[in-house]
C-alpha cells in the first residue's frame, strides 16, 4: 500500500522521537554505545528504516547531513528541535490546517502505544527463528516466558513473543492493514477500556459537543449556563486466534526463509483479519463492524444487483462533512465490474480503474480498497464509503504463540497458535442530525433497493 507524502512525513517524525527517547537513555552512560543489547538492535534497526524512509521522500525534505550526524552520535535534539521550530517546517510539513489535523493524532506505531514497554529486555533470542525453534522444540527453555494474558490469565497457555519481534509484527500488521493505518489506534492493556468521545451527534437545536450554543447576548444581560456532553466508548481483550499446521520436518529443521514466511503469513492474517471484522463484525466476541453498527447509514441503489453512478452520488451526500477529507471506499472485488461499465448519458465511460503499479484505484477522488470478504455484488456492503479516523480500534502489546503435536500425532504434523487481543468500536454511536436536512454518518454503506 503506498503511503502519502504526509504519511511518510508522519511515520519519520515518529521514528526520530522514538530514536531521540532511545539516545537520551544512553546519554548518561556514554552514548549509544552504551545501550543494553535489545536496545541496541531496536536502535539499529530504527536506523535502517530511517534512512530507507528519508531517501524515498522529495529532495526538499530530505534531512541529509543533519540526519547522518545524528545516527552517529545517537543525539536527536537538533532534530527534534528542529521540528518543533515555528514558521514552516519542511520535517513535518502537512499543507492544509484540515492535512495537518488528521495526521497530527498520536502516531500508530507500537512505540506510539506503549512507550513504556518498546525498550524491555526479554529474553536473548538471536532472532525470531531462534524463539520459534525453542518453542517448536517443546523442551525446558529459560528464555521462554509465560506472561499472564492481557485478559488476566495464563491459563489457556502460549509463550510470550518477545517485544522486539512483537514490536515488528505489530508495526508490520498496522502498516498493512487498512483501519489498523487509519484508525485512532488505543492501548488495550486490560480485560476493557473505556475512551471518552463527545455526545453531540444531534444538533437539532444548533448546539454543538452536547451542550455548546453560540448566542449573541445584550452587554448587562446575563449568560446560561452550558454543559458538554461525554460519552465512554468501550473497547475488551477479544482474542483473535490463528491456527495452522507444519509437518514436524519443517517445524524442528526450520530455515531462515521459513521464519520469515512465518511472519510474513501472521502479519498478513492478522491484518486481513482486523480488517475483515472492523468491516463484518457483529461485536459480539469481536469488533463492532461498519456495515452492521447503527451509526452507519444504508443508502438504498437505484438498480438491484448494480452500482451507478447515482449510487456513488447519492452516498457521498449522506457523508457528514467532517468524514469527507480521509473518506476511503470499501469494496468486494465484484463491484468492479459495474464501476467499470458506468457511463454517462452520452454514453461515455465515467470510471477506470489506476493505471499506476502500487496506487489505489480512485472513485470520486477517494482511493479504493477491495476486501474479497465482503458481501458480493448486490448485498448490503458490497462497497462502503468511510472515515476511519472515526473508528477506534484497540490493540493489545502481547502476542502469544503455542504449538502441540497432540492434533496431528498420527499425521506427524505440529499444531500451532498465536493469539492477539483487539477490539473496535466506531466512535459514533448514532447517524448526526444536523439542524437542517437528512442525518449524516462518519460512514455510508450501500444497500438493497427500496422495498426490495
Known amino acids: 500500500m503506498a503511503q502519502t507524502l504526509m504519511e511518510k ?10 530514536m531521540a527517547a532511545l539516545g537520551n537513555e544512553a546519554k548518561e552512560r556514554g552514548g549509544v554505545r552504551h545501550l543494553n543489547k535489545a536496545q541496541s538492535a531496536i536502535f539499529m534497526a530504527r536506523c535502517a528504516k530511517l534512512t530507507a524512509l528519508d531517501n524515498s521522500l ?7 547531513s543533519k540526519l547522518v550526524e545524528a545516527q552517529r552520535t545517537g543525539d536527536f535534539g537538533e532534530v527534534m528541535a528542529a521540528l518543533d521550530e515555528p514558521g514552516p517546517r519542511p520535517y513535518t510539513n502537512y499543507g492544509s490546517n484540515q492535512e495537518r489535523d488528521m495526521f497530527e493524532a498520536r502516531p500508530r506505531s507500537f512505540r506510539a502505544l506503549f512507550p513504556e514497554i518498546a525498550t524491555r529486555d526479554d529474553g536473548d533470542f538471536e532472532n525470531f527463528g ?10 525446558h527453555d529459560p528464555r521462554l ?12 497457555g502460549g509463550f510470550a513473543v518477545p517485544t522486539r519481534y512483537t514490536e515488528s509484527l505489530l508495526d508490520a500488521i498496522i502498516e498493512e492493514s487498512i483501519f489498523l493505518s487509519r484508525a485512532q489506534l488505543e492501548p488495550l492493556d486490560a480485560i476493557e477500556v473505556e475512551v471518552p468521545a463527545w455526545s453531540d451527534l444531534n444538533q437539532e437545536d444548533g448546539s454543538l459537543y452536547g451542550g455548546f450554543i453560540a448566542r449573541w447576548e445584550g452587554e448587562d444581560s446575563e449568560s446560561s449556563e452550558q454543559e458538554a456532553a461525554l460519552r465512554m466508548v468501550s473497547l475488551k481483550a477479544h482474542d483473535l486466534r490463528l491456527y495452522t499446521s507444519l509437518s514436524n520436518r519443517l517445524a524442528y529443521y526450520s530455515k531462515p526463509g521459513m521464519t520469515e514466511q512465518l511472519m510474513t503469513a501472521l502479519r498478513r492474517t492478522v491484518s486481513h483479519g482486523v ?30 444487483s448494480d452500482v451507478t453512478w447515482e449510487d456513488i452520488s447519492g452516498m457521498i451526500g449522506r457523508l457528514h462533512s467532517g468524514a469527507l477529507a480521509d473518506a476511503i471506499w470499501i469494496a468486494n472485488p465484484t463491484v468492479l465490474t459495474p464501476l467499470m461499465r458506468m457511463k454517462d448519458e452520452e454514453g461515455h465511460l465515467l470510471w477506470q480503474g489506476s493505471a499506476v503499479e502500487g496506487q489505489p484505484d480512485r472513485l470520486a477522488g477517494k482511493p479504493v480498497f477491495y476486501r474479497d470478504r465482503l458481501p458480493a455484488l448486490g448485498t448490503k456492503g458490497d462497497l462502503t464509503i468511510v472515515s476511519p479516523k472515526h473508528y477506534i480500534l484497540g490493540l493489545s502489546p502481547d502476542m502469544f504463540v503455542d504449538t502441540s503435536d497432540a492434533p496431528g500425532w498420527f499425521k506427524h504434523r505440529h499444531s500451532l497458535r498465536a493469539i492477539i487481543y483487539a477490539d473496535g468500536q466506531p466512535a459514533w454511536p448514532t447517524p448526526y442530525t444536523p439542524p437542517n436536512g437528512d442525518p449524516l454518518s462518519w460512514a455510508v454503506t450501500l444497500a438493497e433497493p427500496s422495498g426490495s
Request: glycine share 12%; charged share 20%.
Open 275 to 304: 480488517d475483515v471484522a472492523v468491516m463484518t463484525g457483529d461485536g459480539v466476541g469481536k469488533p463492532q463492524g461498519v456495515i452492521t453498527a447503527p451509526s452507519t447509514i444504508a443508502y438504498n441503489r437505484a438498480t438491484a
Open 9 to 18: 512525513l508522519q511515520d519519520r517524525a515518529a521514528l526520530i522521537e522514538e
Open 145 to 156: 516466558s509465560v506472561r499472564a494474558h492481557v485478559a488476566g490469565t495464563g491459563s489457556k
Open 58 to 64: 522529495p529532495v526538499e525534505y530530505q534531512l541529509g
Open 130 to 139: 531462534d524463539f520459534f525453534n525453542a518453542v517448536v522444540s517443546g523442551r
